[in-house]
């Protein structure tokens, strides 16, 4: 561990001694007013470690890009594991959905290691009669069963968190959460426009709780380790991995066209989906909702949710070096237009909601806009402006962007413009 590191852990551990508080400074107050954002400088993703700038797209592949995925693993997300699992995929249920137009698989996906193992559910639903369909993947929140109200899907077994209204109690789901989030995923629209879905429930590969004996984490434990190291990753990390497995499994349907996956996540996943995006090329497409902090979000506007705050509320998520951020965004070597940048070449699309201010719609926007010089190596077209576009008037170059109005959600306008980048860049 870096001197640094320790003397600013060591200064924490005092502070909270003596003052009998926790480690970590008293949680500050969320800022929503733009004259508040602080100056700051952000890292730019055309210049190195070394101080070197980059000069053209080959540069940027071969030295820029793994250097930031380096610190994007060692600062915020953390390393996946490098060993890879062979699964055993078990073809569940298949059967004709929305009256014969679309075709729906559940597939098990299962990993062993360790003594340990792991079942994903994917729910797959694609274009009846279609060859080589492209794709959407997203993660839900609360199970298969919450997306359609097709009574065949299968409910989670996994760990769900309680919700009176989704009737789930004793952390397991019932049939009351049955299509309970049918507003977030308008399956026909997607089937009618030619795509297929692929969909898991993120709890499958870890359950979203400050617990990391559970979910995948555990079948790559050393002996004798019960949590991963400052540097491995959280669970945005393990939603990451997740995303990539799906997308192994995809490669081998051949019902399924592997080069037009459209990768898409809301909010926390929006966060996973940007991180999963980031690191495997097999996605032809990126889309990001409402991500927010730790999403597509710059850090150093500090505007809405903080590191600080969002590190408090979800220790879980991150790697634990970026706890060291807490309130010191200037200090992270990377900022999150550098997130974005790393989907390059491929087309990206960040959405916001007006009154998301949380997410700090204005934030998410400035992402796209500091990574654009990074698409402009490969002759791309990014954001043209600083300014973001008016409500409710998508951008849809190489790098695309939305702001909608209400609230934090995913909505049939959302997926519109979704089905709309992915055919502007995929067909
Ligand atoms: C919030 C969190 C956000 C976002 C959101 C969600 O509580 O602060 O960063 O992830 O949850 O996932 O819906």
């Not at 903080?306 to 220790?315: E, L, Y």
């Not at 010191?328 to 974005?340: G, S």
């Not at 190596?377 to 008037?393: C, K, M």
Request: proline share 6%; charged share 20%.
């Amino acid at each position: 561990m870096p001197v640094k590191r320790i003397l600013r852990l060591l200064f924490w551990l005092v502070a909270g001694l003596m003052t009998g508080t926790t480690c970590l400074p008293a949680q500050v107050q969320a800022n929503y007013e733009e004259e508040k954002v602080p100056a700051f400088a952000l890292p730019d993703p055309l210049r190195n470690g070394d101080g070197l700038m980059i000069n053209d797209s080959n540069e940027w592949v071969h030295s820029r890009r793994p250097e930031l995925l380096q610190l994007f693993e060692r600062e915020v997300y953390g390393k996946l594991p490098d060993e890879t699992l062979t699964p055993d995929y078990t073809l569940l249920e298949n059967g004709i959905a929305l009256g014969g137009k679309a075709v729906r698989k559940q597939i098990r996906l299962t990993f062993e290691n360790n003594g340990r193992r792991l079942d994903l559910l994917l729910l797959v639903y694609l274009p009846a009669g279609m060859d080589k369909a492209p794709v959407f993947v997203g993660l839900n929140f609360y199970g298969n069963q919450t997306i359609t109200a097709d009574p065949a899907v299968l409910l989670t077994t996994s760990w769900v968190p309680n919700n009176k209204t989704f009737g789930i109690e004793a952390n397991q789901a019932t049939e009351t959460s049955r299509g309970v989030r049918i507003s977030r995923w308008p399956l026909e629209k997607i089937i009618d426009a030619g795509y297929g879905l692929a969909t898991m429930y993120y709890g499958d590969i870890d359950p979203d709780r400050d617990d990391f004996t559970d979910g995948v984490h555990p079948l790559f434990y050393r002996d004798g380790q019960t949590r991963p190291d400052a540097d491995e990753w959280g669970a945005i990390g393990a939603w990451a991995w997740g995303l990539m497995r799906i997308m192994d499994y995809l490669q081998q349907d051949s019902a399924i066209d592997a080069d037009r996956i459209v990768l898409m996540g809301h909010s926390r996943l929006g966060k996973a989906a940007l991180w999963a995006g980031a690191q495997d090329r097999r996605y032809a497409i990126v889309i990001s909702n409402d991500s927010g902090c730790g999403g597509a979000a710059l850090s150093r506007r500090k505007f809405g949710e903080t590191v600080q705050i969002i590190n408090t509320a979800f220790p879980h998520w991150f790697c634990s070096h970026f706890k060291d951020y807490n309130d010191r965004e200037n200090d992270l070597p990377v900022d999150q237009h550098e997130l974005i940048a790393l989907v390059a070449p491929r087309p990206v699309y960040i959405t916001s909601a007006q009154e998301d201010q949380w997410a700090d719609p204005k934030g998410e926007y400035l992402s796209g806009w500091y990574a654009s010089p990074v698409y402009a190596l490969f002759g791309l077209q990014g954001l043209e402006s600083a300014t973001p576009p008016a409500v409710n008037d998508p951008v849809m170059h190489d790098i695309g962007y939305h702001m909608r109005t209400g609230g934090h959600d995913v909505k049939d306008y959302d997926w519109e413009q979704f089905i709309n980048f992915a055919n502007h860049h995929l067909k």
